[in-house]
């Protein structure tokens, strides 16, 4: 890359990102089904559901639940970034705090952990999304212990109360 490639590139991703910015969302329900534990030797068949509240910009609030059939459950809030890519697409990149069980399922060293999520969705019509979700969840180092774990899910968003 040259010089003066360098020197433009972060000023026009910094003119063009306003625009990328999801200007208004409606409130949903999402549901997924996918794998937890995805890059671990024992995985798991995990199922989520999220509420993301309406917000008149690009950040959208949320409440989540998963729970898998090894026993182990999540519940958590945080807060969602949506970024437009194209006409239909959009990338999601979420963050929040969450209340883990363990059951009979994998120790991730704590009942606090923290879930990331990265989100590519398309839109289905009618404010309706399917997408594909990758997502850490670890305690952030908040004990000794501190394995985390990957987690991959489809999911289909539908809009609450238009």
């Known amino acids: 890359m040259t010089?003066?490639?360098?020197?433009?590139?972060p000023g026009l991703l910094l003119v063009s990102f306003p625009v990328m910015l999801s200007a208004q969302e409606t409130a949903h329900i999402s549901l997924g089904t996918g794998?937890?534990?995805v890059l671990d030797k024992?995985?798991?068949l995990n199922f989520s559901a999220d509420y993301r509240f309406a917000a008149k910009g690009p950040v959208q609030p949320r409440l989540l639940a998963s729970w898998a059939t090894d026993g182990?459950?999540?519940l958590g809030a945080g807060l969602l970034l949506n970024l437009d890519l194209a006409a239909r697409c959009r990338l999601t990149l979420g963050f929040g705090p969450g209340y883990y069980e363990r059951n009979r399922g994998r120790d991730l060293g704590s009942t606090v952990e923290f879930v990331s999520t990265a989100e590519f969705s398309i839109a289905a019509g009618r404010q309706r999304r399917i997408g594909l979700?990758?997502?850490?969840?670890?305690?952030?180092g908040l004990n000794g212990k501190n394995p985390g774990t990957e987690t991959l899910t489809v999911f289909w968003s539908l809009p609450v109360g238009r």
């Open 72 to 74: 182990s459950r999540l």
């Open 42 to 44: 024992d995985r798991t």
């Open 3 to 9: 010089s003066l490639a360098r020197r433009l590139l």
């Open 35 to 37: 794998m937890l534990g």
């Open 133 to 140: 979700a990758a997502g850490h969840i670890s305690n952030g």
